[in-house]
T-cell receptor, first 113, second 114 residues
Framework: QQQVKQSPQSLIVQKGGISIINCAYENTAFDYFPWYQQFPGKGPALLIAIRPDVSEKKEGRFTISFNKSAKQFSLHIMDSQPGDSATYFC????????????WGLGTSLAVNP | NAGVTQTPKFQVLKTGQSMTLQCAQDMNHNSMYWYRQDPGMGLRLIYY???????DKGEVPNGYNVSRLNKREFSLRLESAAPSQTSVYFC?????????????FGPGTRLTVT
């Protein structure tokens, strides 16, 4: 049972374009929504995260948009660069439930030069 | 400050062999995790340890055992390796307090079982 659904599975974007990855969740008890970035041969690393009391968080070219009523959140990468080519995972966390992250299946992003 | 370290980086086993994957963190974190990553399957939690002295099953614990040796170290053991356990294994840690949500990952162990 996939509690966090991520789409698309793969994405190809031209350099300078906008990359958008979407996630939907079911459990309204989730209270922390991170995005992790993983380069080939490396472990995932936290990119940006949001809590449900805000609708948007921006860090440089990376923005999370959060829609609590729709139970959806998305990652936007502005001015995408070839160095952004990686796999991106969304996740959700419930502080009251054994403190485990629930992961999406990942999106493989390729940014063409 | 090395963060999360894992050994070995690569391993090839024959079916039925056993091995232990080692993980250590130097960030004084309370919680530690073992994941496996397979193509198209994302990250699946095998076992986790919320604090020193405790361990709990995750999503896919069958065929694995863990030991939280001390606050720094969390090992994963395959008693009788099977080809289905061919995967990349990641250790992660979180803390130092319960209010810290970010997980820090090691570089991974790529395991092949023939």
């Amino acid at each position: 049972q996939q509690q966090v659904k991520q789409s698309p599975q793969s994405l190809i974007v031209q350099k300078g374009g906008i990359s958008i990855i979407n996630c939907a969740y079911e459990n309204t008890a989730f209270d922390y929504f991170p995005w992790y970035q993983q380069f080939p041969g490396k472990g995932p690393a936290l990119l940006i995260a949001i809590r449900p009391d805000v609708s948007e968080k921006k860090e440089g070219r990376f923005t999370i948009s959060f829609n609590k009523s729709a139970k959806q959140f998305s990652l936007h990468i502005m001015d995408s660069q070839p160095g952004d080519s990686a796999t991106y995972f969304c996740a959700a966390f419930n502080a009251g439930n054994n403190r485990k992250l629930i992961w999406g299946l990942g999106t493989s992003l390729a940014v063409n030069p | 400050n090395a963060g999360v370290t894992q050994t070995p980086k690569f391993q090839v086993l024959k079916t039925g062999q056993s091995m232990t994957l080692q993980c250590a963190q130097d960030m004084n974190h309370n919680s530690m995790y073992w994941y496996r990553q397979d193509p198209g399957m994302g990250l699946r939690l095998i076992y986790y340890s919320a604090s020193e002295g405790t361990t709990d099953k995750g999503e896919v614990p069958n065929g694995y055992n863990v030991s939280r040796l001390n606050k720094r170290e969390f090992s994963l053991r395959l008693e009788s390796a099977a080809p289905s356990q061919t995967s990349v294994y990641f250790c992660a840690s979180r803390g130092p307090t319960g209010g810290s949500y970010e997980q820090y990952f090691g570089p991974g162990t790529r395991l092949t079982v023939t």
